[in-house]
């Protein structure tokens, strides 16, 4: 993918510091060690990393409503809220959680999507990579699904405010992106594809759904691996990009489809999760690449560490880490039984076995 050659990473140091409190899925560390990997893999330098701050609510309310907003910066402010709007706008239920940067901290990945989006239409960039992004279950007026701040649909409202009008939003996380499906289907400006696992939260998005008329949607069966995941991205999707030509492309790239994410059912290996990621950039069209899910921390961060290889040129699959990225691996903490005796390869290596060859042995 050298053809990149402007390409810029989004970031911010709120992200070294925020948590979402005990117990939650994403008490994680997700975005900086992707961000320290790629360092000291030496794939990033300072001028292609672009601080982020936080968007202002007057930005925010291109998606969100100014009621919804307000709720987010008071609860921010207060570290509670009051019964009502807690409950009309889902924050501190539904494993929303208030935590100290409730506001900040999604307001800034959205800001990081939306300058990412401006510099796409204006010609400034190849490619932007968000990982602190993906957040695409949130809703208007509410929370859903650990998502506050929307930012995919936010970089589609920027794209389409700055006349772009033939965008696509393509999907692999591992849950269906009910937020942004229920609020651009309908237009025509806009494809939307998602592949996710079927049966799974939030159980929107069936096989061949079309929702307002521009989606696409296909599931995979609990134990999908990389095939089933390569022949949907290689045989239906871009057949489809090719026929419609998008001026730009947004690519949510939530890992939580990799075997070894506890969230879902699916079973990609990264190698086949970038090969995936590296066929649909494979058009030469500009895009925002976002993160999205992704709940073991060693594994998000080598994969999405390994999409910025991919985005510079690199193979990730190949590459074996140098001590110091090793030391951040190891140094990573998960609560979770699965990262009890994390095997070796989660810290001396980005690529993992393929999936389907580890299931025929
Ligand atoms: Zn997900």
């Known amino acids: 993918m050298e053809r990149f050659t402007r390409r810029y990473f989004m970031g911010s140091d709120i992200f070294r510091g925020s948590v979402y409190g005990a117990g939650h899925p994403l008490n994680i560390a997700r975005v900086w060690p992707v961000i320290d990997i790629c360092f000291e893999l030496g794939w990033l330098s300072d001028s292609m990393y672009r601080h982020v701050e936080p968007a202002t609510a007057a930005q925010l309310a291109m998606f969100h409503t100014s009621d919804y907003i307000s709720a987010l910066i ?209 058009r030469n069209i500009p895009a925002l690449v976002l993160g999205g899910g992704g709940y073991n921390p060693y594994t998000t961060a080598r994969a999405w560490a390994g999409i910025w290889g991919l985005i510079c040129g690199h193979e990730p699959g190949s590459i074996l880490l140098p001590p110091a990225a090793e030391h951040i691996l190891r140094c990573l903490e998960w609560q979770h039984r699965r990262g009890r005796t994390p095997p070796e390869h989660w810290f001396v290596r980005l690529g993992d076995v393929r999936s389907n060859e580890a299931a025929g042995t």
């Open 74 to 282: 008071d609860a921010e402010h207060d570290q509670s809220l009051d019964a009502a709007r807690m409950e009309r706008h889902r924050i501190g239920k539904d494993n929303n959680p208030i935590f100290p940067q409730i506001y900040a901290r999604p307001a800034t990945a959205a800001h990081a999507s939306m300058i990412g989006a401006e510099m796409l239409a204006q010609g400034q960039a190849d490619i932007v990579y968000n990982p602190a992004g993906g957040t695409h279950h949130g809703m208007p007026d509410r929370a859903n699904g650990f998502c506050f701040v929307n930012d995919p649909a936010l970089a589609i409202a920027v794209l389409l405010e700055a006349g772009i009008d033939k965008i696509a939003y393509i999907d692999i996380d591992a849950h269906h992106p009910d937020g942004v499906e229920a609020h651009f289907s309908d237009d025509e400006r806009i494809r939307l594809f998602s592949v996710h696992e079927e049966n799974r939260w939030p159980r929107t998005g069936a096989q061949g759904d079309i929702a307002g008329g521009f989606a696409e949607n296909f599931t995979l069966p609990r134990g999908a691996g990389d095939a089933e995941l390569i022949k949907i991205c290689t045989e239906y999707i871009l057949p489809s990009l090719d026929s419609f030509q998008p001026q730009v492309i947004i690519l949510q790239a939530g890992c939580d489809g990799l075997a070894d994410d506890p969230q879902s059912g699916l079973c990609y290996s990264n190698l086949g999760y970038w090969q995936a990621v590296s066929a649909l950039l494979s």
